[in-house]
């Protein structure tokens, strides 16, 4: 085996890893809208040097169906959206926001609880943001923000700070995202980390993505410090925390620094080799990529995974109106159309300010959960079919191919019929929670599913919003 010239860290890259990655063609589909952002420097074909995370790592992600994002920060403490309002406020409310960080204390929250319930709704995976845009750390952190702006300036001016503006210099304290993944890992829970590019509190990182103080000139040192910082938040996340599966990059910087930055997600194959990068920012040196409040009209012609992720209420944030959450069947319909295509679904909500999630949000998950204990078999570590869909019934597949499932959210009266599925002769076909095998026969026009007259009283079905049929196929 030859090896190449170019090895990054302690990873030796040799000619038949590079075929051999080069031949899988992950690559984002033309749809992606973050790599229209940088498309224009960012190249399609990654170094010789690089390699992605490993085909186990993208199986192991495509067997997640199922998880949940939580958005969480000081924005709680307003009740308003993950830091996007940010950039209409006054300045003065500018300036307040840079302090509630002073008086953030969760004292509600429970990591154990939350993953307990994460478990109980059928989560496979959590994502949990630990620095959104507007700067602030939900995790210890060793780097410092050396400026920031202070916008009670009337022309806004650059002051200088020392600070890590982060959980551990609230009144809370505690290091959330430890908490987390401890919780996480004690019941099999995948971990996914958010992390943006963008840092709206460091007056380094402007100009990028709507940061505050974009029109203000930066320096060859602020460039560098804005490189090392990013940098080393990246490593303590992912060697202070034990495996990670998943890091979910958000937004992008710009082509003046893609060179540093490219040679960090290098740096990150050598802390975690196998940690699945979300493609945001870094175009086909991702793993893979996330659809945002949309689900892909049809199956995407790409060999990279995707997982959709949707707002169960109208903000990304904790969202206080109760009437706002979509509801139970929302969820379901949504978690089979991904599946069906070939992708996954993640369902966003985020927790108030002492870090208990909504009433009615809890409920409606509590209800998802419910039909997964039931229906779970078809849709876990399945796989998409060729033929996804059929009128209003939506198929998914066992691995080895041998066994369909088909999901209707209509429960016929009398049967069922399916042209595109020939089950194996002599097969049982059953309804999922139900016990006993359903009468069939194969006819021209496909095969007939017989519908018990029971099942016709809600009371006697083994679900609620949609129901799923098993069919050994061979």
């Not at 990654?46 to 495509?62: G, T, V, W």
């Not at 076909?429 to 029971?454: D, F, M, S």
Request: proline share 5%; with cysteine.
């Amino acid at each position: 085996m030859v090896s190449l010239s170019m090895s990054f860290g302690q990873q030796k890259i040799t000619s038949e890893d590079v075929r051999k990655d080069r031949a899988r063609k992950i690559v984002l589909p033309n749809s992606d809208g973050h790599y229209k952002q940088v498309k224009d420097y960012v190249e399609e074909e990654p170094d010789a040097d690089y390699l992605h995370a490993s085909e186990e790592a993208h199986e192991a992600f495509r067997d997640i169906k199922y998880a949940i994002r939580i958005h969480w920060g000081v924005y709680a403490k307003w009740g308003i959206d993950a830091s996007w309002p940010f950039l209409g406020m006054s300045n003065e409310k500018k300036q307040a926001y840079q302090e509630l960080y002073k008086s953030f204390n969760p004292t509600a929250f429970d990591a154990d609880e939350w993953m307990e319930q994460f478990k109980e709704w059928g989560m496979q995976a959590f994502a949990f943001t630990t620095k959104h845009h507007d700067g602030f750390s939900m995790f210890h952190t060793k780097t410092k923000v050396t400026q920031r702006a202070n916008y009670l300036n009337p022309e806004i001016s650059i002051e200088p700070c020392d600070l890590t503006y982060s959980i551990e210099e609230t009144p809370f304290k505690r290091d959330i995202v430890k908490e987390l993944c401890e919780a996480a890992r004690k019941r099999n829970i995948k971990i996914d980390l958010y992390f943006s590019h963008p840092d709206w509190y460091d007056a380094d990182f402007r100009p990028y993505v709507a940061h505050p103080l974009g029109n203000i000139a930066r320096t060859p040192d602020e460039t560098a410090r804005l490189v090392a910082r990013h940098r080393e938040q990246l490593r303590e996340l992912l060697t202070h925390y034990g495996t990670i599966d998943m890091l979910c990059l958000d937004m992008w910087m710009d082509s003046d620094v893609w060179h540093q930055l490219k040679e960090t997600v290098k740096l990150i194959r050598t802390w975690q080799p196998d940690v699945m990068l979300r493609a945001r920012g870094i175009g086909n040196y991702g793993d893979y990529y996330q659809p945002e409040q949309v689900v892909p009209a049809d199956v995407e012609q790409t060999n990279m995974p995707w997982m959709s992720i949707c707002l169960l209420g109208k903000i990304f944030a904790y969202d206080p109106h109760g009437e706002n959450y979509k509801g139970t069947p929302w969820v379901i319909h949504n978690l089979i159309d991904c599946v069906a295509k070939g992708g996954s679904f993640m369902v966003c909500i985020g927790p108030d300010s002492t870090g208990r999630f909504h009433p009615e949000a809890m409920a409606q998950l509590d209800e998802v959960g419910r039909w997964l204990k039931v229906n779970g078999k078809g849709i876990y570590e399945s796989r998409s079919r060729e033929v996804w869909k059929e009128n209003d019934i939506y198929f998914t597949q066992s691995k080895n191919h041998k066994t369909v499932f088909a999901f209707t959210e209509k429960l016929p009266e009398k049967e069922l019929i399916i042209s595109t599925v020939t089950p194996k002769k002599g097969s049982k076909i059953y309804l999922l929670g139900y016990e006993k095998p359903l009468t069939w026969v194969l006819t021209e026009k496909g095969v007939r599913i017989k519908i018990p007259h029971a099942l016709q009283s809600p009371e006697n079905r083994p679900c609620d919003y949609a129901w799923g049929f098993q069919l050994e196929v061979r």
